[in-house]
């Protein structure tokens, strides 16, 4: 939610590294984008409405500045218009921010009775206005910070520039990502790795209270008594071309491809009784879990409960986060807190993990960004390797989410004794011979469903059991990426009210992998037809109700999400293509969700 990028360095390019960082974080923010840098004693800003390429059409690369800071906007306080795009400036101050000043009203108020002037609608102005009173008030920048970070409440990552100090980049954080990186000639800043790794994997995260100073030689980072300390540098595994898109069109596509990869990464980990137990044992002590997430995250969270409940013979119980936070809930020392999160920086997701720390139940993160806030937080962390996810529509971290959620049902179901030994090895070695079925899924091509589905103005996605889970999660990856209306249900639960929404030629998709409840489903089925529905199943036996039937493998019953729920992520992509939607950056969302 919001990119954020510094530059200072030897090389006087500094409007083209920023330029490239930003690319490299389009997803976290679209609508508008900004860059401010030095040109001899003056800051330079200049702010385009609209995606990164529209300031690009307007930036003069002959300008030589060794020094900078930009931003990629998601709006949430203001408008999406060149006003509110950041840089935003006051005095000697410029400023970028990513995340929210909850108490920027109050603040506001207080400052125009003193006559100051607001130019934007944003919450961020009033950083870079606060700065720069202080900074008049003391002639010290980091007392000037540090006075403002008191101050204002909220979640932020903000980089500083001011006018008087032309050598040197300034930042902060509370609770939106920041990581500020190093390599010979230069410093970064950034929201996230993919924006260094053309310069250097070296890296710091900054942790809530501390101030970093950049320099081109060195980074110094003080903490909240303003004392320097150091700081561990961390190595990004991954490589550079895991941040690009290679030769697929779009990388939704390249990362539905990675999967069978991820699949094989995370299952040689866990490949046999032994390593599985070594990894998991600390799961023992847990009579029920809750599991809490937000988006794809959460409906990892509802099919996992499906099979936790059913293979392993525990009760789970799944929340939005964003909801949880905020009710009443119930706390028992037996049971486990599990928060999933690609990002691990998802605002209401971090919250209710602080929420049931303060209760003392263990955390558990299955979360895939290293050392990011929940992950560092949570009391035990299983990492879900999917490496970087760039398309804002999660597709590979979902299934990766879904593995690990697998073997821990599996780990679980061996303890419970609700199987064999002989059944867990079995469905080891299944995993671990995912890769040719997922490969015959990836070879088919789903342009024709697709071409059905184009047109639509409403569908709806039916499944029970787990199928619902996976039928939520093909819904929501049909929307936010082709922009046509969709709604998963429970098949049985349509008749109660939503049916009456069905109209000739409505696509329908129903997922139907489950055997004891195939015939019920498939009566659902026929009373959507019978109003005139159009029917495309995804299912393991063949289904003579259907207008369209993809047959699905039929794999071990854990397994069968997984093949699913890759064949929807084609679908989806497939229809957006068609419809010739912005499939990596869609409109009105961003990646990592970083404010309530
Ligand atoms: C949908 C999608 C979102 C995320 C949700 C949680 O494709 O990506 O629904 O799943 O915003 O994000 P994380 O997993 O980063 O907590």
Redesign the pocket.
């Known amino acids: 939610m919001c990119g954020i990028v510094g530059y200072i360095g030897k090389e006087k390019n500094a409007l083209r590294i920023l330029l490239n960082g930003l690319k490299s974080l389009e997803y976290r923010g679209y609508d508008s984008s900004g860059i401010a840098y030095f040109d001899n004693d003056k800051i330079i800003t200049i702010k385009e409405k609209g995606k990164i390429e529209e300031l690009e059409k307007i930036l003069d690369y002959s300008i030589k500045s060794n020094i900078g800071i930009a931003h990629t906007r998601w709006a949430t306080c203001g408008d999406a218009n060149k006003t509110n795009a950041h840089p935003h400036s006051c005095g000697k101050i410029t400023i970028v921010h990513n995340g929210i000043i909850e108490n920027y009203n109050e603040l506001k108020n207080q400052l125009q009775k003193n006559n100051k002037k607001f130019i934007s609608e944003t919450d961020s102005e009033i950083i870079a206005i606060l700065i720069n009173k202080y900074y008049e008030e003391y002639q010290d920048i980091i007392m000037a910070i540090n006075k403002t970070k008191e101050i204002i409440k909220g979640s932020y990552a903000i980089a500083i520039l001011c006018e008087d100090i032309k050598d040197k980049i300034f930042a902060i954080r509370k609770d939106s990502p920041l990581i500020i990186a190093k390599s010979k000639n230069a410093a970064f800043i950034a929201s996230d790795v993919p924006a260094i790794l053309n310069y250097t994997n070296k890296y710091i995260i900054l942790n809530e209270n501390e101030i970093a100073i950049l320099t081109n030689q060195n980074i110094t980072v003080l903490n909240d008594k303003l004392q320097q300390i150091k700081k561990k540098l961390l190595t990004f595994k991954g490589n550079i071309t895991d941040a690009q898109k290679g030769n697929f069109k779009h990388f939704m596509l390249k990362e539905i491809f990675e999967e069978k990869d991820v699949i094989k990464r995370i299952i040689k980990k866990y490949n046999t009784v032994e390593k599985l137990n070594n990894k998991l044992n600390f799961l023992d002590k847990y009579n029920s879990i809750t599991i809490i ?6 409906h990892v969270g509802i099919i996992a409960k499906y099979l936790i409940e059913e293979y392993a013979n525990i009760p789970v119980n799944v929340e939005i986060a964003s909801e949880f936070r905020y009710k009443k809930n119930f706390f028992d020392k037996k049971n486990l807190a599990i928060f ?7 605002a209401d ?1 971090l919250a209710s993990l602080r929420e049931v720390k303060k209760e003392k139940i263990d955390t558990l993160g299955v979360i ?1 960004v290293p050392e990011s806030s929940i992950a560092r937080e949570a009391d035990n962390i299983i990492y879900t390797e999917a490496g970087p996810e760039i398309a ?3 597709t590979k ?2 299934t990766a989410q879904l593995i690990i959620m697998i073997l821990i049902t599996l780990y679980l179901g061996y303890k419970n004794k609700t199987f064999t030994k002989d059944f867990l090895n079995s469905t080891l070695t299944n995993i671990d011979n995912l890769e040719e079925e997922i490969n015959n899924i990836l070879n088919k091509s789903y342009k024709e469903i697709a071409s059905k589905i184009a047109q639509a103005k409403n569908i709806f996605f039916l499944g029970r059991n787990i199928d619902y889970g996976i039928a939520l999660e093909g819904s ?2 049909l929307k ?1 990426i082709s922009y046509i209306h969709s709604e998963a249900y429970p098949a049985g639960e349509l008749k109660h009210g939503t049916i009456s929404l069905i109209e000739k030629n409505m696509p329908v998709i129903s997922i139907i992998t489950k055997e004891h409840i195939f015939d019920k489903t498939i009566s659902n089925i026929k009373e959507t037809k019978a109003r005139g529905s159009f029917n495309i199943v995804i299912s393991n036996k063949q289904v003579i109700d259907a207008d369209i039937n993809i047959l699905v493998p039929d794999v071990n019953p854990i397994l069968q999400p997984i093949l699913v729920i890759i064949i929807l992520q084609l679908i989806s992509y497939e229809t957006a293509n068609l419809k010739g939607c912005d499939i990596d950056k869609p409109r009105n969302l961003a ?3 970083t404010v309530e």
């Open positions: 997430g937000c988006g794809s995250a959460y999933i999160s690609q990002s691990g920086e998802t997701t895939n804002v529509a999660t971290a979902f929501l990856k936010e990646k990592s969700v």
